[in-house]
């Protein structure tokens, strides 16, 4: 199996995980604002933040990364 095949091979395997957050948003969470679920990164991303310095005025909150719900629009 060279390189390319491989590639294909791998990036198959990681759409088989993102298909069922898809799903799961469409059906349960419509009024998303980004419509998918969130990434492995943007989650890493919060981690990184919550444990930096500039996280230090950041006190009791309760921190979601779902990329916003917008219930009505006025």
């Given at each position: 199996?060279?390189?390319?095949?491989?590639?294909?091979?791998?990036?198959?395997r990681?759409?088989?995980?993102?298909?069922?957050g898809?799903?799961?948003?469409?059906?349960?969470?419509?009024?998303?604002?980004?419509r998918?679920?969130?990434?492995?990164?943007?989650?890493?991303?919060?981690?990184?933040?919550?444990?930096?310095?500039?996280?230090?005025?950041?006190?009791?909150?309760?921190?979601?990364?779902?990329?916003?719900?917008?219930?009505?629009?006025?």
């Amino acid at each position: 199996m060279g390189w390319p095949s491989a590639w294909r091979a791998r990036s198959h395997r990681a759409n088989r995980w993102k298909r069922p957050g898809a799903d799961f948003v469409k059906a349960h969470r419509p009024s998303s604002i980004i419509r998918r679920a969130a990434t492995v990164g943007e989650v890493a991303n919060l981690c990184v933040y919550i444990a930096s310095p500039q996280a230090s005025a950041t006190t009791g909150a309760a921190l979601r990364v779902d990329g916003g719900v917008v219930d009505t629009i006025a």
